[in-house]
C-alpha cells in the first residue's frame, strides 16, 4: 500500500517532508500540478475539477489514502473528493485550527493564506467548531508564493513584504495559522519580526493525522524498508520543480516524471 499526496504546485512539499518524518516506511507518490498554478485565484468548480482528475490518477498507483496538501484545494474540494471517492482523504485546514485553539492563550487568531483559502472562509469555521468564542483575523498574502518560489526567504524585500501584510495584526493576536503549504519557508523570517506570536504549522498535525488514519485501516506497514522513495510528478517545469523542491525539502530529488492529465 501506499500514499498519494498533491498540491497545486510545489508548496505540499512542507506536507510531505513532515509525513515523511512520521511514516518512513510508507511508499509516497507526489503530484503537483504546475501547469495549473496558482489555484488561489481559480474558481471553486475549476478547482474541484483538477482535485478530481489528480486524485483519479492517483487511485491508479493504488493508494491507499490521500492527502490534499494544499489549503485552496481543502477548503474549495475535499468535502465533494470525500463525497465521491470511497478511500480516505484528509485535508490541512482541520489540523491548522484545532492546533492554533490547542495554542492560544487570548483566543485570538490570525490565518495567512492565498485569495481562495481566505474567501472560502474554512478556516473561520473550522476554529469556530472547536470554539466558537475565538476571534478570527484573516489576509490573503499573494506576494508570499512568488517571494519563496524565487528562494528568497529572509532580508530587506520579504521582511518588507511581511510587515506590509502582517503589522495590523501584532496587537490583535497571540496565533498565527500559516494557511497556505509555501508560508512554513517564511516561518523563520516572520519569528524573527514577531516573536511574541506563536505560529501554527498544520502540516506536522495533518502527518500525525494521517499516520492516525492509516492506524485505524490497518493500513500502517511495520515491516517495509526504511526510507522508501518518494515519486514524483508534476504538469509542467519538471527542472524548476526538482530545484525548488531540494530547497523545499533539504534533500536531493533524483527524478520527476511529467504528467499529461
Same mark, same amino acid.
Do not use: W
Given at each position: ?44 468548480? *475549476? ?55 490547542? #495554542? ?38 499573494? *506576494? ?110 533524483? #527524478? ?6
Amino acid at each position: 500500500m501506499s500514499i498519494g499526496v498533491f498540491d497545486s504546485g510545489i508548496g505540499g512539499l512542507t506536507v510531505l517532508k513532515e509525513i515523511r518524518k512520521v511514516l518512513p516506511n510508507e511508499k509516497i507518490y507526489y503530484f503537483g500540478d504546475t501547469a495549473r498554478v496558482p489555484y488561489g485565484e481559480k474558481t471553486k468548480e *475549476l478547482i474541484i475539477r483538477y482535485s478530481k482528475e489528480i486524485v483519479e490518477f492517483l487511485l491508479e498507483k493504488d493508494v491507499s489514502a490521500i492527502v490534499v496538501a494544499c489549503n485552496t484545494a481543502t477548503a474549495l474540494a475535499l468535502k465533494e473528493l470525500k463525497e465521491i471517492f470511497k478511500i480516505p482523504i484528509i485535508g490541512v485546514i482541520e489540523a491548522g485550527a484545532r492546533t492554533a485553539i490547542n #495554542t492560544t492563550k487570548n483566543g485570538k487568531i490570525g490565518v495567512i493564506g492565498t485569495k481562495a483559502t481566505i474567501n472560502s472562509e474554512k478556516y473561520t469555521e473550522e476554529i469556530k467548531l472547536f470554539n466558537a468564542e475565538a476571534e478570527v483575523f484573516q489576509k490573503a498574502c499573494p *506576494l508570499f508564493v512568488p517571494a519563496v518560489e524565487e528562494g528568497i526567504l529572509n532580508g530587506k524585500l520579504v521582511n518588507q513584504i511581511i510587515k506590509t501584510y502582517l503589522d495590523d495584526f501584532n496587537e490583535k493576536i497571540d496565533t498565527l495559522i500559516l494557511g497556505c503549504t509555501h508560508y512554513p519557508l517564511l516561518k523563520e523570517a516572520i519569528s524573527k519580526i514577531y516573536p511574541n506570536i506563536k505560529i501554527v504549522d498544520p502540516a506536522k498535525e495533518t502527518a500525525l493525522d494521517l499516520k492516525e488514519i492509516l492506524k485505524e485501516n490497518k493500513f500502517l506497514k511495520n515491516d517495509a524498508q526504511k526510507n522508501e522513495e518518494v515519486k514524483y510528478y508534476v504538469t509542467d517545469g519538471k527542472e524548476k520543480f526538482k530545484e525548488i523542491g531540494i530547497m523545499f525539502l533539504e534533500e536531493n530529488i533524483p #527524478t520527476v516524471e511529467l504528467i499529461k492529465l
